[in-house]
């Protein structure tokens, strides 16, 4: 793999005096719902059992066991995506930083501007997951929630979280001087850019320095989407849906 300067990575990006990026995809996050195949009747073991039927109180047992609702599916992609987000973040806050702190070459301007532009993330998106796992297995059925209505949902949480995001405004806006700053050294020091090409080439670091560095603006818009379909799929006298505050349609 090539310095972060002179690689492809940082070449396959337009960044204009406003910040703005372009020409990156924005990753697809998996479809989370069950595939519904059948298992296959030449290795079923239900052809050896008794035929059994269902009573309603079983049906709904596994109802509450089995989620069906759309928003339940949207809730578990939210609580996956935002997994492999935290762990996007780690590559920076942890593994960069502690090979950045093993070594000179960074300037201490650099550092400082890097590094807490993304321990804040990290902090508040850790508090985040724990939140959305907390709801799913309300929803799920594993605590003793009494009222399933008022935890069989995710829009409040979301909402919740997405206007504490407001807090890091400055964050977001300052990604565009954490690239140019960090390009701007690697150009200056041949020692920083061997730290950086030679970071991008361990297993930890997964995708190219770049990626990482930009991947709080690809999350928002992520954010974006899921409460767009939360709103299109709920019904107007939904607890979720706009009018009872939890919606931001």
């Known amino acids: 793999i090539g310095s972060l300067t002179g690689s492809p990575h940082l070449s396959e990006l337009s960044i204009n005096s406003q910040g703005a990026t ?3 995809n924005s990753t697809l996050s998996p479809n989370l719902s069950p595939d519904g195949k059948p298992s296959s009747p030449l290795i079923s073991p239900l052809l050896n059992e008794p035929i059994c039927i269902r009573t309603d109180d079983e049906e709904d047992s596994r109802k509450k066991r089995f989620p069906t609702d ?47 532009n993304f321990d804040p993330l990290h902090k508040f998106h850790s508090s985040f997951l724990k939140e959305v796992d907390q709801r799913l297995s309300f929803w799920e059925g594993r605590s003793n929630a009494h009222m399933k209505g008022d935890h069989q ?8 979280n997405i206007q504490g995001m407001k807090q890091f405004t400055t964050n977001y806006q300052r990604h565009y001087d954490v690239l140019m ?11 920083l850019e061997i730290l950086c090409r030679d970071f991008e080439q361990e297993k930890v670091c997964y995708l190219p320095l770049n990626m990482f560095l930009l991947r709080p603006l690809h999350r928002l818009m992520h954010y974006k989407q899921i409460m767009e379909r939360l709103c299109k799929h709920y019904s ?9 505050s939890s919606c931001p349609c």
């Open 70 to 116: 759309k928003a339940y599916f949207i809730a578990k992609e939210v609580s996956t995506t935002e997994c492999t987000y935290l762990k996007d973040l780690e590559v920076i806050t942890v593994w960069f930083q502690n090979t950045v702190n093993k070594d000179d070459s960074m300037p201490e301007q650099l550092r400082n501007l890097v590094f807490s």
């Open 236 to 244: 107007p006298n939904h607890i979720d849906f706009p009018g009872h």
């Open 22 to 24: 372009t020409g990156l």
């Open 181 to 191: 700053e960090l390009e701007k050294a690697i150009k200056n020091s041949r020692k």
């Open 153 to 160: 949902k995710i829009g409040d949480v979301m909402l919740k």
